[in-house]
């Protein structure tokens, strides 16, 4: 065994020698061949031959002396890592050498692999890392919907009342806990008030989501409801930044206030959230404080403010407990009868919280990865054809190398080097471009949008990114090592030499090359077909007819903070002071106010009604619901189609009115005025509402929400938005208008006052669509100019190729014209195919993204037609120039050359 | 010349092997050793002779070192190792059982 063991360490040591001391041990071995001659010499005198005989006789017995040589180091049996690493040394001197292809090359593939890798880690924080919660497969939202709602529903929300019979008789969940979707708090701060991002939540909340606080404790029960003292969490970030990390601050107050709710309160810090924590349901928040205290829509059913969290108990799988949860549903149902008095059936529905957290986030994400990935495809397409183009110039010499006796599989493993460094210095430089990417383009996503998909925060490389790199790295490794290998086989040493010496064409890579070009036209088209669609979209969506004119129209969100008179009770007292002094401000036409303001980020809040007198025909539809102050209507400028608005009289009391829009009178009022009949809000209790007028539509919700039956109550909330139409630019009056609520009431909070073309193109909808646009956009002119220039690469080759051929054909008498067609018909041939590949599979690519499409069909014809017009123009100009080279061909430089 | 083809595979390590057993030798003596000790008949080449060596120094079975050879010139002199002796005995065995059995083969044809 010992013995085994001395020799085998003997042995590594002899190979390491070897390895390690090469050029000494080669060294060695010329001076033990060169002595054996010598001697061999010797002997040959000595046998009475002259000195030159001697040393011909000598020789003749030696052989080949380098192929001696070769087998000793073959012996050595280091001679596959020796072969390798003189290859590398070979291949990175020839890159050196070739530096315009070598940087070309790992430019292209660079590019490909950092856009596949950074969209990829945007995919790996959305979609792939764990959820920062306990189990997180195990939980899920909860909602109900009619049985018959779509399958794409999958999230909604529930009243407070509601949620609290559901934690109670409930039995299949683990744990349960709700938040209000009505998020952010004004926070008292030192230098005034500030609007802070925070929700409210019931107790339990963050045991719910199996997350122990850093610090503190979380929500107890008795925290929660009617009398329940004022606490507070915080977010570590918050606790960072804002209290520097105060190892005492629990017992420390803040006061916090809910935009919605009147009066701030000091809250008692309970507790701090551990740093990885996010909450992506909702915006993620800073300050967490407890559903409490008296606030209207949390005592009545018909309300529904809150969105459900639990945890499905051990064993229960999520169809049992939705079974669970319609039978609690069904009881509620017959406890509390709803408002129209038709028992609409309503079923449990539960979503796995993934699928909610991410929410319209998924479509958009595969979209830019499907789109990364075509990219990453015409870079190595592109590097392909680098390598076949770099292959056909040295096939003399690798008909040569073989003639020499270089066996086909050194060959193939020299090349295959060569592709291989390629690869690992594109894949290296790609991840490092795609790590600063990745926090490039979080950067670009601005707060709100950040807040609103927290999994972002931390993109970056991981162990998954930096996998996902390697794979692809190793496919083109593979790939790229491939072209050579397919190139050198011995068979074709033979016409290489043939060819090589007859200047002939390199038929292999016309045939390679050519649908190398169409695949790459083709991806290219289809990157650029969807890049145009987007864009369209992007640019309707920013431009939707809301109905009213957006320009000269400036939006300022206003919130009464304290507990002092500023609080704006009685309803819209304070609005009505601070719209009338801001409608004074030289340069405004006019100012009015409501709670949320035209085309806000969701149709929330919505209410169902039904019409008065008619309980056959109840109206189920939510629609949504305003609280808009006096003149509101007439600074939008939107036309009032019968009946009055309010005024501010309507807003003192007297009896509950409503305005409706077009789309609820034409649907529920069809040939009857509706001026004077009245309708119902949610359940029985709430009050008659008369109908004092109609207005044209207009986009209360999102620019792509579809038309909805619209209610228009007398504004009665603190919090207000206000809208003012101005004379000329909104951003000179901006500060007159900031300026002069100030003025009425210095201890407001004024939250992104903006113009309303600046709000609609913030808005999550458009935002998120514009960001993948300009991602797709870029991706699609990356992809152009490769494609052009492969396009450029293929003609320019085909045309150097044939001059032999075209120099025939014009001392044969064809005409410059004819020379010039027969290029740019091949050309057209490439372009064509392309093309037209690429337009199908772009409308197919379309057609499956086709949700993130706002106004524009997937065949949009004049779209197709101006991406296809850019392609053909930019590929005509690539084949110009070699055509024009090719007319100036001279026949009797040619026909000399031969 | 004779090739290592020609020889029996494997023979070409035994014969190294029993050369260099006498006494420590360099490349070409260990030839002309085999060629004098054959009567003249086994004529080993230098395109067999190194590699094989330095495939049996790589085996541990032979070791090499830089000595001064008899016309006073530097040549590399292999030797026998224990784990070489091993070796050879069992290759010498190895070969009188096949010689043997060839023998018997072709004299009783």
Request: with cysteine; glycine share 10%.
């Amino acid at each position: 065994m010992e013995v085994r063991m001395m020799r085998w360490l003997a042995t590594v040591s002899l190979r390491l020698r070897s390895l390690l001391l090469g050029g000494r041990v080669e060294r060695e071995l010329r001076e033990e061949l060169a002595y054996h001659l010598e001697r061999e010499v010797a002997a040959g005198r000595a046998a009475g031959l002259s000195e030159a005989e001697a040393h011909v006789a000598a020789r003749r017995t030696l052989g080949a002396v380098a192929q001696n040589q070769e087998a000793c180091r073959d012996a050595r049996r280091v001679a596959f890592v020796d072969h390798t690493m003189r290859d590398l040394r070979f291949a990175i001197r020839q890159l050196a050498v070739n530096r315009g292809f070598a940087c070309t090359t790992i430019g292209v593939l660079t590019l490909g692999i950092a856009s596949a890798v950074a969209i990829f880690g945007f995919v790996d924080a959305a979609m792939l890392r764990p959820l920062p919660y306990d189990a997180p497969t195990r939980l899920v939202h909860a909602f109900t919907t009619g049985p018959d709602a779509p399958p794409s529903m999958n999230r909604s929300s529930v009243s407070y009342l509601n949620f609290r019979d559901w934690r109670e008789r409930s039995r299949a969940f683990g744990a349960m806990a709700a938040y209000d979707v009505r998020t952010g708090f004004n926070l008292t701060t030192a230098s005034g008030p500030e609007r802070v991002r925070g929700l409210r939540v019931t107790a339990g909340f963050f045991h719910t989501l199996g997350v122990a606080p850093a610090l503190g404790r979380e929500f107890r029960r008795d925290e929660e409801g009617q009398d329940a003292p004022a606490v507070v969490m915080l977010s570590h970030g918050a606790w960072q930044t804002r209290f520097g990390g105060d190892p005492a601050i629990l017992g420390r107050t803040v006061t916090l206030q809910s935009p919605w709710l009147a009066g701030g309160e000091p809250h008692v810090v309970i507790g701090v959230l551990p740093p990885a924590f996010h909450f992506g349901m909702a915006a993620e928040a800073d300050f967490w404080a407890t559903i409490r205290g008296p606030q209207p829509c949390w005592e009545v059913r018909p309300c529904q403010s809150l969105e459900v969290v639990a945890r499905l108990a051990d064993g229960v799988t999520p169809e049992a407990a939705a079974a669970d949860l319609t039978l609690v549903v069904a009881q509620l149902r017959r406890e509390h009868p709803p408002a129209d008095g038709r028992a609409v059936p309503q079923v449990a529905r539960l979503t796995p919280l993934r699928d909610v957290v991410l929410g319209n986030v998924r479509l958009p994400l595969l979209m830019l990865l499907g789109a990364a990935g075509l990219l990453w495809l015409i870079a190595a397409i592109n590097g392909v054809s680098l390598l076949l183009a770099r292959s056909e110039v040295r096939r003399r010499e690798i008909a040569v190398r073989h003639a020499l006796g270089a066996s086909s599989g050194r060959l193939v493993l020299q090349f295959g080097t060569e592709a291989v460094v390629l690869a690992l210095v594109s894949g290296t430089l790609g991840l490092l471009l795609a790590a600063w990417s990745m926090r490039a383009l979080v950067g670009l996503l601005d707060a709100d949008m950040l807040a609103r998909m927290p999994y972002f925060r931390d993109v970056g490389l991981d162990g998954r990114v930096i996998a996902g790199a390697a794979a692809l790295t190793a496919v083109l490794a593979v790939v790229l090592g491939l072209v050579p290998a397919l190139r050198t086989s011995k068979a074709r040493t033979i016409a290489g030499l043939k060819e090589a010496t007859r200047g002939g064409t390199g038929a292999m890579w016309r045939r390679a090359g050519a649908p190398l070009v169409v695949a790459e036209l083709a991806i290219a088209m289809v990157l650029l077909v969807n890049a145009s669609l987007l864009g369209k979209s992007v640019y309707r969506l920013l431009n939707v007819d809301p109905g009213f004119p957006v320009d000269h129209l400036a939006v300022v969100p206003v919130s009464p903070v304290g507990t002092g008179g500023d609080t704006g009770r009685p309803a819209g007292q304070l609005a009505d002071r601070i719209a009338e002094r801001v409608a004074a401000v030289p340069g405004v036409v006019s100012a009015a106010y409501a709670d949320i303001g035209p085309v806000a980020a969701s149709l929330a809040p919505t209410t169902s009604f039904a019409v008065v007198g008619r309980p056959d025909d109840t109206v189920r539809e939510n629609g949504p619901v305003r609280r808009v102050g006096p003149g509101y209507f007439r600074t939008l400028q939107v036309t009032l189609q019968r009946g009055r608005e309010f005024s501010a009289a309507d807003l003192r009391g007297g009896r509950p009115l409503v305005i409706i829009n077009a789309t609820a009178a034409r649907r529920y009022f069809r040939g009857e005025d509706p001026i004077g009949r009245s309708i119902v809000f949610g359940g029985p209790a709430s009050p008659r509402r008369d109908i004092v007028g109609v207005v044209a539509d207009i986009q209360d919700g999102p620019p792509d929400a579809l038309p909805a039956a619209a209610a228009y109550v007398p504004f009665d909330e603190t919090a207000f938005t206000l809208v003012v139409r101005t004379e000329g630019p909104e951003s000179s009056v901006l500060p007159a208008i900031v300026a002069a609520v100030h003025d009425v009431a210095p201890g407001v909070l004024i939250q992104r006052e903006a113009s309303m073309a600046d709000r609609i193109g913030r808005l999550p909808a458009t935002a998120l669509s514009r960001a993948a646009a300009w991602l797709v956009g870029a991706f699609a002119a990356i992809a152009f100019v490769l494609g052009v220039a492969g396009l450029y690469g293929v003609v320019a080759y085909a045309v150097g190729q044939r001059s032999r051929e075209i120099g025939v054909r014009v001392a044969l008498g064809a005409g410059r014209g004819g020379i010039y067609r027969l290029v740019m018909r091949d050309a057209g041939w490439l372009v064509s195919l392309g093309a037209a590949v690429g337009l199908a599979a772009g409308v197919g690519f379309a057609t499956l993204t086709r949700r993130l499409l706002f106004g524009i069909e997937s065949w949009d014809p004049a779209t197709l037609a101006a991406a296809t017009l850019a392609l053909v123009v930019a590929a005509l100009v690539a084949s110009y120039a070699p055509a024009r080279r090719a007319m100036a061909v001279n026949p009797v430089d040619v026909l000399r050359s031969e | 010349v004779s090739k290592p083809t020609d020889l029996v595979q494997g023979t070409l390590d035994l014969l190294i092997l029993k050369t260099v057993a006498l006494e420590p030798m360099h490349g070409w003596a260990i030839a002309q050793r085999i060629r004098q000790m054959s009567g003249e008949v086994l004529l080993v080449g230098q395109s067999a002779l190194y590699p094989a060596l330095h495939k049996l120094e790589q085996q541990g079975w032979i070791e090499a070192e830089w000595k001064v050879s008899e016309n006073s010139r530097r040549a590399k002199y292999y030797r026998l190792t224990a784990a070489g002796r091993d070796a050879l005995d069992a290759e010498a065995r190895q070969w009188a059982r096949l010689s043997a059995a060839i023998s018997l083969v072709v004299n009783k044809a």
